[in-house]
């Protein structure tokens, strides 16, 4: 990203548009890289090659098209190497944004490929990037998802985004990940499913065998089924949300599982579980994945205290010796680096001593940009409370 107030000066006449590209150099006028403007965004060019990458890969210099086929090539190689997709998973990241082209996401359920564009170039080029996508062998639908706030502040008028992106080819569609099947919904939340906990999802069953398990802000159950699969002895999820319990009920059926054994319940997470508190009820393992409470860095003192309220609630809730996996998928918290202080606080609250087991990330289809480490937004902890 090229930030609009780390530009000194814009050569040539007329000066670019929106979505045109143009060459970035220092001060000295030696080429830095290549990318597309934006005259509206706080992100004023978003940078496709550095100048060594374009010396090295001279075919995509200047040429957006090529460089949409290469990346997006090379995307699918990585994934092959990561095993996917699999006759055991087929829901998975296949373009990750920053990790390769700022601004687009792919993610790919079967034979579907939901695009998430998030900046006005990915629009400017969306034949392209369509063209690229159905290329794709085992690609058959794809459904378009602009992110209309976020192009708001790219300086997009929103309006016709609203009534002419891509219908939905369906409404519903049905993955597996892990040999588990998931119904998900492509009208939910950001393009249906969460992939980036698929391996963390996956820890879960390994550990679940006769354990009793809260998975708190359960979504459509990914955790919890992932437990009631692993062999738990009773499993409750809890969300707020009717549409995700309404998949994750579903979901029940989908793998056969005793409904006996694991349910869904809807609830306000903090409610719940001062309720189960004041129950004396205790649960030998919990998962707490919330939404993003920080979604930019100068809310971030305010959402630390709802992360230490939250997990000081979900310790408590925790046998002594048992296991809480939490999460936050804020970018805020997870590059300034104080999640672990937060879970410390939380600890001092609720009264417990806690020790890390396992730190994790997203998924590896998540890659990450070196030269951009804001990329990196989920943290995944495993504690043990004593």
Not at 72 to 98: C, F, K, M, W
Not at 166 to 173: F, L, P, V
Not at 224 to 247: H, I, K, R
């Amino acid at each position: 990203m090229v930030y609009s107030g780390a530009v000194d000066r814009i050569i040539g006449r007329p000066p670019p548009k929106s979505g045109d590209i143009v060459l970035v150099a220092d001060g000295m006028e030696k080429p830095i890289g290549w990318g597309l403007y934006n005259s509206a965004s706080m992100f004023c060019v978003r940078l496709m090659q550095l100048e060594e990458e374009a010396i090295r890969d001279p075919s995509c210099a200047l040429n957006v098209e090529k460089l949409l086929e290469t990346r997006i090539d090379a995307a699918i190689q990585l994934r092959r190497r990561l095993g996917l997709p699999s006759s055991h998973t087929n829901a998975y990241r296949l373009v990750n944004s920053e990790g390769g082209l700022s601004g687009l996401i792919v993610d790919v359920f079967g034979d579907l490929a939901v695009i998430a564009s998030s900046a006005a170039w990915v629009e400017k080029y969306r034949p392209e990037v369509e063209a690229c996508i159905s290329r794709i062998n085992e690609i058959n639908h794809i459904n378009w998802r602009p992110s209309i706030e976020i192009l708001r502040e790219e300086g997009m008028d929103v309006t016709d985004l609203k009534d002419n992106h891509s219908s939905i080819c369906r409404e519903r569609t049905k993955v597996v990940e892990n040999g588990i099947s998931y119904a998900i919904s492509l009208v939910g939340q950001k393009t249906g499913f969460y992939a980036d906990q698929r391996e963390n999802r996956q820890f879960i069953s390994t550990i679940s065998a006769g354990q009793k398990v809260l998975d708190i802000c359960c979504y459509s159950g990914g955790f919890a089924l992932n437990a009631a699969c692993g062999g738990a002895m009773d499993v409750v999820g809890v969300d707020t949300s009717l549409p995700a319990l309404e998949l994750a009920r579903e979901n029940i059926i989908l793998n056969h599982l005793d409904p006996g054994k694991i349910s869904f319940l809807r609830e306000d997470a903090t409610e719940f579980m001062k309720a189960a508190l004041a129950r004396n009820e205790y649960w030998d393992l919990v998962i707490l994945d919330p939404p993003k409470l920080a979604p930019r860095r100068k809310v971030l003192q305010s959402a630390s205290g709802m992360y230490r309220n939250l997990n000081s609630l979900a310790m408590g809730l925790t046998k002594k010796g048992g296991l809480l996996m939490t999460c936050s998928c804020s970018g805020a918290v997870t590059q300034s680096g104080i999640f672990l202080r937060i879970l410390q606080g939380a600890a001092s609250m609720a009264g417990r001593k806690i020790t890390v087991l396992r730190q994790a990330s997203a998924a590896s289809d998540h890659p990450i940009d070196l030269s951009y480490p804001e990329g990196a937004y989920l943290t995944n902890i495993l504690l043990r409370v004593l």
